[in-house]
């Protein structure tokens, strides 16, 4: 074998931040946190998410919120039912509308005509008004 091509294997400790459960092995890896175990000094490296706290091997659901995701997660999940709540009830009104009967339809689409022509009517009354007033100011 040829000296100096492998990397120095260094005692370590893997600690897991979200439940503080402790692995020793040994590592490349290298830190400036040490911790005595058994009387050897072990470099210490921190991890989010190890065997001791990931719900496949645990079999219950941790949050772990690392950079606000589950808030974001959360955010984007109240905004989707909304948005389901509101497309249910406009669902429900065209529901009711084809559920209308036709002296129903036939009513409410008179009402909106008669409606229609009466504020056309208006617009004239008051175009007519405007130009009667525009001609006797121009007369005086």
């Known amino acids: 074998m040829k000296k100096d091509i492998h990397p120095k294997l260094n005692p370590v ?36 998410i190890s065997s001791a706290s990931h719900p496949f091997y645990t079999g219950k659901q941790m949050l772990i919120d690392t950079a606000g995701r589950v808030d974001k997660f959360r955010a984007r999940m109240e905004a989707a039912k909304k948005k389901q709540e509101e497309s249910a009830l406009s669902k429900k009104k065209q529901e009711d509308a084809k559920k209308e009967s036709v002296e129903e339809k036939i009513t409410r689409k008179a009402k909106a005509n008669t409606e229609a022509k009466e504020e056309e009517k208006a617009k004239k009354v008051a175009a007519k008004k405007a130009t009667t007033k525009k001609t006797s100011a121009k007369k005086k």
Request: proline share 0%; charged share 25%.
């Open 13 to 48: 400790v893997f600690v897991d931040t979200s439940c503080g459960v402790e692995h020793a092995t040994i590592s490349t890896l290298t830190s400036d946190k040490k911790k005595k175990i058994n009387g050897i000094d072990h470099y210490v490296i921190n991890v989010e």
